[in-house]
């Protein structure tokens, strides 16, 4: 949750989010969308989800 403190607050211009599935879990997941959400006014965010093999698992 570290890195999801780092980013609350930044109002960069597309930014992407990427991190590797073994390190997510759903609870992750869910606060990502949020600070998807929060973003969206305001910049162009992508949040990208990968497995270990690189396939996208959920992307904004």
């Known amino acids: ?7 609350r607050g930044k109002r960069s211009k597309g930014l992407l989010i990427s991190v590797d599935f073994p390190a997510i879990n759903e609870a992750m997941v ?3 969308d949020n600070l998807c959400q929060t973003f969206k006014g305001d910049c162009s965010v ?8 690189g396939g996208y698992l959920k992307h904004h």
């Not at 949750?1 to 980013?7: A, H, I, K, N, W």
């Open 30 to 32: 869910a606060e990502l």
């Open 46 to 53: 992508k949040l990208q989800i990968t497995d270990k093999n």
């Open 1 to 7: 949750m570290e890195l999801l403190s780092q980013l």
